[in-house]
Each structure stands twice: as C-alpha cells, then as structure tokens.
C-alpha cells in the first residue's frame, strides 16, 4: 500500500516537472508570441523600421498561500490553527508592474490577558447584555473574507550586469472589499458566565502566560465562540449577513523561481478596514484608572503572512514578464549580433561633393563643382569659386576682385579718374551712411533718455572715424513760438550732449531748427554737403518757459 502511495507522489512530481520546464523561450523574432494588435510595430522591428521590439504575450499566475492570519486592535491577538487561505490570479502589464486579483479568507482569535470593566453600561457589548458585573476578559474570534484588486511592483528584475534573477522582490498596494463576523466566548459549555474571579490578577507583564492558562483551566470553559461580538448593527451594510467594509492594503513580498513555470512566494499584507470592531471590542480601560472605559481611537487592522505557490498558465506565450530582464535582447545584440540588421557600408562624404572625407581637401558649400582633391573649381584664378563668380573669366590685369568675382578695369589714362572722383560732402554721406533719428518722448520733452543717448554715441562713432565730415541736426515745427523754442532747445541739448559727452568739436554740427514736413517730437541726422551753413546763435524767444 505504501509503495502505490510512494508511486502515486512520483507521478505528480514528474508531471509537475515535464510541465515546469516546457517553458517557451523569449525571442523577438518569433511572431507566435507577439499579439495581433502588435504585429505592425513587429514587423516594422523585423525590418529595420522600429527600433522597439514587439512585447510578447505573456503567461498568467495563478497562486494559491496559507499562513498566520492576525488582527491588531483593542485584545491581543493569538494564533489559532484554524486553515487561512488565499487564492489569485494576476498578469503584467508591462516588465515593471503587474495588477492581481486576490480572495483571501482569514480566521484570528484573541485574549486579553489583563481584567476588564470597561462594558459596563455600554450598549450593544455582549458582556454587558449578558449580565457580567465585574472583571472580565475580553476575547473573540473573527472570520474575514475580502476581495481585492492589487498593483504590484517587481524591483529587481530589470538587472544591468545579470541576465534574469531567481529572486523577485516586490510591493503591493490595493482596494476592496471585506466581510467579517466576531463572535466572544461567553458561555460555558453549561451555558452559564464565567466566573472570572478565580483567576489570578498580576501587573507582573511576565505572568500574562499564566493569566491565559488559568482562564482555559476554568471548570466550564469550552473555547465555543457562541455569542455575536458588539458590531455596527443596521448602521452598516451587510453581506450574507455580515458586516461589509471597503478596505486597503499594502504589502510586501519575496518570490523563489523553482522553474519557469512555478516560484514559491513569502508575503506579508496589512489591510487597514477603518473599522474598531473587527475584534469585537471598541472599549478600552482609561490608563491609571480601572473601570474608567474611552472609546478607542486606533482603527483595528488585519495581516496575512503567508507562504503561496504560484504557477505560470498559458500557452504560446513566455513568462509572466516581472520574471524577464528586458536588457537581455539588447545585450545579447551587442555582444554577438543574431538579428541586428547591420548597414551596408558607405563612405562618409560630409559635404556631398561626390569626393570621399578620406581624400577630400576642403569642405565644398553644397552645388559648387569641384576637382578631384574635392577642392572647388575657380577657372580664372580670382579667388572666388565659380559656383560664385558672376564673371567666371576675369583678365588678371582686373584683378583683385569683389565678392561676386567681378574685376574692376584698369583707366586708360589719368583723365578718367575726375569723373569718378566723390566731392567732399557725397564722399561724407556714403561714409557715414544714414544716421539714425532721435525721438523724444513727448510733445513738451527736452530731456534725452537712455535710448536716445545710445543712438548718439552710435553717431559720434561714425564722427570720431570720419574726421573731415560733418553733419546737419534737423528739428521740425515752428507754427508757434512754443514750438520754435521747443525744436530749438532739443537740436541743443543734442549737440551740447555730443560736445560734453563724446568729445565731439560743436563746429562739425549744422543746425536747423524748425524744419516743415517731419515729425514735431524727432530730431533727424544727416551727412552735411558743401551747400550746408547753419549755427544759430540766440535764443528764439528767450522769455518763454523750456519744455523739459
């Protein structure tokens, strides 16, 4: 009998391995694992187009754990042997995070260890209704169900100097919903109270042990939890029942590859319920005062460390990803090329003139003709390549040239020249080019700003450059005699600032003052001709007030 069951145990086993091991390995070429709704980006990869692989579909986890469930709250939490359960089933979304539903069902009892009068005349507290007038000691046992959708976050399995792990660290956030029934231990097994009075009382934190063993030796203790815990009653919705409350978990988690099919998982979850009363209790004893019951303010939560096994599901897809180090691909590429679609190769020509960089002595600009050193043609020699020369065929005697290849040509004799000889004043106005005007800031204004002072040492540079030329300083409007003194004071205080300021002698200015057909508020420059006189010397109407 023995040897069929020994049997039996080797045939699971090795149906367990034979399924372990069939795994399907990661290849970004293989389209059987590639969806249909990303076949455009594999293909693109395939040929060179896309630089990102396709992500493969990926296998299912289902899981299955047991282990120590506990609530923290208001009566010190025991361990009980009852079975605690949960099963999932979860999926990646991408290398990094997966989503996972899970059913879990827990069972936690617990003792209080310390006496207790603190229901006394609280209503809906089962030791109270029951009748109990002195010390007790609180205890209960809960069933909790919940159901909760998790996001998971693997933190190690994209690895730079390893290609996979066969460890998974991860973490755990989620919402659902839960169910619960606390029942208390109040009631022999003759359905009378406890008499509590039998057991010892200490302050001595070491004899709590002996505290709960002298409870459980009472004569009628029977460890039935017969009587419904206080609860929230019609306050809260119920299912089947019991109390429902929306709940939240955090967690964390170490997995153990044994193949690439199963890993065994070690977790711990804390899910906090906002409820007082899943032990059952929400009365504690004011410290220091016996008796003197407070309603606690610490909300009760629940933990589930637990020991699961977890198998991959599906087929015609690989590993569930958060088990997958994306960088293997990559690397593998650039060790020892399998796919990678290499280049043919090309001669760098950086300035496309036709002529490799290898042998290429200039960087031609793009269009211009060059010979075979890639240098750029220039037929006549003028220094301008003919891609720009407006007179490809210069004679040397026209030489030097401008910038557009053209040549000047030579005089015949010395007669030529006066025709072409600048007088002094057009040789001042293309020397000084046109001058920039100044315009004052309003209709009354006599003062210089900081623009305006910028635009005169413009001028005064020009001036300083040009040290045979003058200029002409042109004001406008003189309709009334506030006008004549306005357009007279600005052409001074101009010509003052650039005399003080720039250094510049006042006997290379022409003024005149209240010119028609220009703007009232603009002062206007130009280079001044032989033709040009101009220097008032008074004030036109002295007895009027200055614009400022």
């Not at 009631?187 to 459980?216: E, M, V, W």
């Given at each position: 009998?023995?040897?069929?069951?020994?049997?039996?145990?080797?045939?699971?086993?090795?149906?367990?391995a034979?399924?372990?091991?069939?795994?399907?390995?990661?290849?970004?070429?293989?389209?059987?694992?590639?969806?249909?709704?990303?076949?455009?980006?594999?293909?693109?990869?395939?040929?060179?187009?896309?630089?990102?692989?396709?992500?493969?579909?990926?296998?299912?986890?289902?899981?299955?754990?047991?282990?120590?469930?506990?609530?923290?709250?208001?009566?010190?939490?025991?361990?009980?042997?009852?079975?605690?359960?949960?099963?999932?089933?979860?999926?990646?979304?991408?290398?990094?995070?997966?989503?996972?539903?899970?059913?879990?069902y827990?069972?936690?009892?617990?003792?209080?260890?310390?006496?207790?009068?603190?229901?006394?005349?609280?209503?809906?507290?089962?030791?109270?209704?029951?009748?109990?007038?002195?010390?007790?000691?609180?205890?209960?046992?809960?069933?909790?169900?919940?159901?909760?959708?998790?996001?998971?976050?693997?933190?190690?399995n994209?690895?730079?100097?390893?290609?996979?792990?066969?460890?998974?660290?991860?973490?755990?956030?989620g919402?659902?919903?839960?169910?619960?029934?606390a029942?208390?231990?109040?009631?022999?097994?003759?359905?009378?109270?406890?008499?509590?009075?039998?057991?010892?009382?200490?302050?001595?934190?070491?004899?709590?042990?002996?505290?709960?063993?002298?409870?459980?030796?009472?004569?009628?203790?029977?460890?039935?939890?017969?009587?419904?815990?206080?609860?929230?009653?019609?306050?809260?919705?119920?299912?089947?029942?019991?109390?429902?409350?929306?709940?939240?978990?955090?967690?964390?988690?170490?997995?153990?590859?044994?193949?690439?099919?199963?890993?065994l998982?070690?977790?711990?979850?804390?899910?906090?319920?906002?409820?007082?009363?899943?032990?059952?209790?929400?009365?504690?004893?004011?410290?220091?005062?016996?008796?003197?019951?407070?309603?606690?303010?610490?909300?009760?939560?629940?933990?589930?460390?637990?020991?699961?096994?977890?198998?991959?599901?599906?087929?015609?897809?690989?590993?569930?990803?958060?088990?997958?180090?994306?960088l293997?691909?990559?690397?593998?590429?650039?060790?020892?090329?399998?796919?990678?679609?290499?280049?043919k190769?090309?001669?760098?020509?950086?300035?496309?003139?036709?002529?490799?960089?290898?042998?290429?002595?200039?960087?031609?600009?793009?269009?211009?003709?060059?010979?075979?050193?890639?240098?750029?043609?220039?037929?006549?020699?003028?220094?301008?390549?003919?891609?720009?020369?407006?007179?490809?065929?210069?004679?040397?005697?026209?030489?030097?040239?401008?910038?557009?290849?053209?040549?000047?040509?030579?005089?015949?004799?010395?007669?030529?020249?006066?025709?072409?000889?600048?007088?002094?004043?057009?040789?001042?106005?293309?020397?000084?080019?046109?001058?920039?005007?100044?315009?004052?800031?309003?209709?009354?204004?006599?003062?210089?700003?900081?623009?305006?002072?910028a635009l005169?040492?413009?001028?005064?540079?020009?001036?300083?450059?040009?040290?045979?030329?003058?200029?002409?300083?042109?004001?406008?409007?003189?309709?009334t005699?506030?006008?004549?003194?306005?357009?007279?004071?600005?052409?001074?205080?101009?010509?003052?600032?650039?005399?003080?300021?720039?250094?510049?002698?006042?006997?290379?200015?022409?003024?005149?003052?209240?010119?028609?057909?220009?703007?009232?508020?603009?002062?206007?420059?130009?280079?001044?001709?032989?033709?040009?006189?101009?220097?008032?010397?008074?004030?036109?109407?002295?007895?009027?007030?200055?614009?400022k």
């Amino acid at each position: 009998m023995a040897s069929k069951k020994y049997s039996l145990l080797t045939g699971v086993l090795c149906l367990l391995a034979s399924y372990s091991f069939s795994q399907v390995t990661y290849d970004p070429m293989d389209s059987s694992v590639i969806r249909s709704k990303d076949m455009d980006q594999y293909t693109k990869f395939k040929q060179g187009i896309e630089n990102f692989p396709a992500k493969p579909r990926n296998q299912w986890e289902l899981g299955i754990k047991t282990g120590i469930f506990t609530i923290s709250g208001d009566v010190a939490s025991q361990p009980f042997t009852a079975p605690n359960i949960g099963i999932h089933v979860r999926k990646a979304f991408g290398y990094v995070f997966s989503a996972r539903l899970e059913y879990v069902y827990g069972t936690a009892q617990g003792l209080a260890w310390q006496p207790s009068q603190g229901y006394r005349g609280k209503g809906g507290n089962p030791w109270n209704t029951l009748g109990y007038t002195s010390d007790v000691f609180y205890n209960y046992k809960t069933k909790v169900q919940d159901l909760s959708l998790e996001g998971i976050f693997s933190l190690n399995n994209i690895r730079f100097h390893k290609s996979k792990t066969g460890v998974n660290f991860y973490l755990l956030g989620g919402i659902g919903g839960a169910i619960y029934d606390a029942k208390v231990n109040a009631l022999g097994n003759n359905g009378q109270r406890y008499d509590f009075s039998q057991i010892p009382r200490s302050g001595n934190y070491k004899d709590r042990k002996d505290i709960k063993d002298a409870i459980k030796n009472l004569s009628n203790w029977d460890d039935e939890y017969e009587t419904d815990a206080e609860n929230h009653g019609d306050r809260r919705p119920k299912v089947s029942g019991q109390t429902f409350k929306p709940v939240g978990q955090l967690g964390a988690g170490i997995a153990f590859k044994l193949s690439n099919k199963v890993n065994l998982a070690i977790e711990d979850r804390i899910t906090v319920a906002n409820d007082d009363l899943l032990d059952g209790q929400q009365w504690a004893e004011q410290p220091g005062t016996p008796g003197q019951a407070v309603l606690s303010q610490n909300f009760d939560t629940y933990n589930f460390a637990s020991l699961g096994l977890n198998i991959n599901l599906g087929s015609k897809a690989v590993e569930p990803l958060w088990w997958i180090n994306p960088l293997d691909y990559a690397y593998q590429e650039v060790r020892k090329p399998k796919y990678m679609i290499l280049p043919k190769p090309v001669l760098p020509d950086a300035d496309g003139d036709g002529v490799t960089d290898q042998f290429d002595q200039e960087q031609t600009p793009q269009g211009c003709p060059v010979d075979s050193h890639g240098v750029s043609l220039d037929t006549d020699g003028d220094g301008v390549p003919d891609c720009r020369d407006k007179e490809k065929v210069t004679p040397t005697a026209w030489q030097p040239v401008d910038a557009d290849g053209v040549g000047k040509a030579p005089c015949p004799d010395s007669t030529c020249f006066e025709k072409y000889m600048l007088k002094r004043g057009d040789a001042c106005a293309e020397l000084l080019g046109a001058l920039p005007s100044v315009t004052f800031t309003s209709n009354t204004s006599s003062t210089l700003t900081s623009d305006a002072k910028a635009l005169l040492a413009s001028i005064a540079a020009r001036l300083r450059q040009n040290a045979e030329c003058k200029v002409v300083v042109t004001s406008y409007c003189s309709s009334t005699k506030a006008q004549q003194q306005r357009a007279w004071d600005r052409v001074n205080v101009i010509i003052r600032y650039m005399v003080e300021s720039e250094g510049i002698s006042g006997d290379r200015f022409y003024w005149q003052i209240g010119q028609e057909g220009g703007d009232c508020n603009t002062v206007d420059f130009r280079a001044a001709t032989d033709a040009d006189t101009g220097l008032p010397t008074t004030v036109p109407n002295p007895n009027l007030g200055r614009g400022k």
